[in-house]
C-alpha cells in the first residue's frame, strides 16, 4: 500500500539558514509527489510536484525539492528561510492511474526564529 | 478571480445534531473531495466525486455524508453518528481524474462540537 512518512514533526530553524524537510514514500512505481504548504486555519497551497523527468524540481517561493527514487525521499529545501515560511509542510503521494486520491504525509510545523 | 469556498469558517454542533459544510468552486473542476484534518494526523479522505451524481466512500466515511447535484457544490453532512466529530475539514478539488495537476483546496471549516 501507498505511505508517506514526514519524519520530523517539528523543525525550528532561524531566519535566514537553510531549510530540508524530509518526506519518504512507499509506492510501487513511479509516483506523482507534492509538497503543501498550510498556514494556521487556512488551506493547503501547493508548492510544487514531481512527475517525471528532471528530479530537482522548482517551486514557488523559492522552494525546490529533489526526486531520489534510490531512497524513496522527495525532500524539499530551501536555501535561506524568511519569517514568513512559518507554517506547516505536508508532503503527499498521489497514484498515477485510476482513481485520483492523494495519500498525506502527518506533516512537519515548522518555526522560524528571528 | 477561481476558487473554493467553505462555509462557514466556524461551525458550532451539538450532540445529537446533524450539521452541513458547504463546498462551492467556480473553477470548473471535474473532481472534488473532503479531507478531516487533525492535529498530528495529517489529512483524511472522507469522500470523493469524479462526476455529478457520483461519489465514493474514503477511508473515514462513516458518519458522514454527501451529494454532488451540481458541478460546482460538493456539500457534506455530519451526522449525529459520527463520534467524534470536532476537527478541521478542508474540501479539494481537481481538474479530472487521472491526469493530475495538482488540488486546490478550501480555507476550511472548523467544526466543534459543544
Known amino acids: 500500500a501507498q505511505s508517506v512518512t514526514q519524519p520530523d514533526i517539528h523543525i525550528t530553524v532561524s531566519e535566514g539558514a537553510s531549510l530540508e524537510l524530509r518526506c519518504n514514500y512507499s509506492?510501487?512505481?513511479?509516483?506523482?509527489l507534492f509538497w503543501y504548504v498550510q498556514s494556521p486555519g487556512q488551506g493547503l497551497q501547493l508548492l510544487l510536484k514531481y512527475f517525471s523527468g528532471d528530479t530537482l524540481v522548482q517551486g514557488i517561493k523559492g522552494f525546490e525539492a529533489e526526486f531520489k527514487r534510490s531512497q524513496s525521499s522527495f525532500n524539499l529545501r530551501k536555501p535561506s528561510v524568511h519569517w514568513s515560511d512559518a507554517a506547516e509542510y505536508f508532503c503527499?503521494?498521489?497514484?498515477?492511474?485510476?482513481?485520483?486520491?492523494?495519500?498525506f504525509g502527518t506533516g512537519t510545523r515548522l518555526k522560524v526564529l528571528a | 478571480d477561481g476558487g473554493i469556498t467553505q462555509s462557514p469558517k466556524y461551525l458550532f454542533r451539538k450532540e445529537g445534531q446533524n450539521v452541513t459544510l458547504s463546498c462551492e468552486q467556480n473553477?470548473?473542476?471535474?473532481?472534488m473531495y473532503w479531507y478531516r484534518q487533525d492535529p498530528g494526523q495529517g489529512l483524511r479522505l472522507i469522500y470523493y466525486s469524479q462526476i455529478v451524481n457520483d461519489f465514493q466512500k474514503g477511508d473515514i466515511a462513516e458518519g458522514y455524508s454527501v451529494s454532488r447535484e451540481k458541478k460546482e457544490s460538493f456539500p457534506l453532512t455530519v451526522t449525529s453518528a459520527q463520534k467524534n466529530p470536532t476537527a478541521f475539514y478542508l474540501c479539494a478539488s481537481s481538474l479530472q481524474q487521472g491526469i493530475d495537476y495538482g488540488y486546490t483546496f478550501g480555507s476550511g471549516t472548523r467544526l466543534t462540537v459543544v
Open positions: 473553477l470548473n473542476h471535474d473532481a
Open positions: 503527499a503521494v498521489g497514484r498515477t492511474s485510476g482513481t485520483y486520491k492523494y495519500i
Open positions: 509506492y510501487g512505481a513511479t509516483p506523482y
